[in-house]
């Protein structure tokens, strides 16, 4: 059984769909966890609520993910009342999808600036923290559409490609310092953005998954989970995906 007591851990995107399911999977695992959210302050307060209710700290903080200032402030904050920060994830993450040629440049640049800077954000400003811990570890979500690509969303594969790249840069410039940097990409997740495709799409999705179906948000949080765990201390730089077999 995986065993995050003792750790702290801060979850951005955490008020809802696959953010949620990972701050309540680390929270039953032992951790506290603090949680970011832009603007759904009842959801968060929910989400808080059920994270203390497995009897450790839970706390969250309003944040854009794209403003750097306000990543520094919430770690700064979590360091300074918990002592210490052990484990980032970064979920938040937003989607506009339309064809290259319909496309505008405002939905390209909030998808990259919301997707891609946040990971960056949030990544450098814990670097230090755990570096004077000499541990950590950094979990970033991307997508198998940053694998393989997706007609319709290329602003969204650019950004979730790019995660993989920089995770893997940032893996190996803080190896030395035992901080280790891991991607997960989860395929089609049942999710509350999800939940109003029609039938003929979620068909489609499942013939193209090797296992038949679409995945849960537990299914992505228990990677997640062991990403976050001492029994994955000697894995960094890897993409596990979590996608049924979509991208195989």
């Excluded at 300074?80 to 994830?89: A, K, M, Q, T």
């Excluded at 994955?232 to 077999?245: A, K, L």
């Amino acid at each position: 059984m995986i065993n995050l007591k003792e750790k702290n851990c801060l979850v951005t995107g955490g008020s809802r769909g696959i953010g949620k399911s990972i701050a309540l999977t680390l929270a039953k695992a032992g951790a506290n966890v603090a949680i970011t959210y832009a603007s759904s302050a009842d959801a968060a307060a929910e989400v808080v609520k059920n994270i203390e209710n497995e009897g450790v700290k839970g706390i969250s903080y309003q944040a854009d993910a794209v403003q750097f200032d306000r990543a520094e402030e919430v770690i700064s904050d979590i360091v300074e009342n918990w002592g210490s920060l052990n484990v980032v994830v970064n979920n938040a993450g937003i989607t506009k999808d339309n064809l290259i040629l319909r496309m505008d440049e405002k939905a390209w640049d909030d998808v990259i600036t919301t997707n891609l800077k946040s990971v960056f954000n949030y990544s450098k400003a814990a670097a230090k923290p755990m570096m004077r811990a000499r541990g950590g570890s950094i979990i970033n979500i991307s997508s198998v559409v940053g694998l393989s690509g997706n007609a319709g969303q290329s602003n969204y594969a650019a950004s979730k490609a790019g995660i993989v790249g920089f995770t893997k840069s940032y893996a190996k410039e803080l190896a030395s310092r035992n901080i280790r940097a891991n991607v997960v990409a989860p395929g089609y997740i049942l999710t509350e953005m999800t939940e109003n495709l029609n039938e003929k799409v979620l068909e489609a999705i499942k013939e193209e998954t090797p296992l038949g179906r679409a995945g849960t948000p537990e299914e992505v949080s228990n990677v997640v989970a062991f990403l976050a765990s001492d029994i994955s201390s000697y894995i960094t730089g890897e993409v596990i995906r979590v996608d049924g077999g979509m991208a195989m």
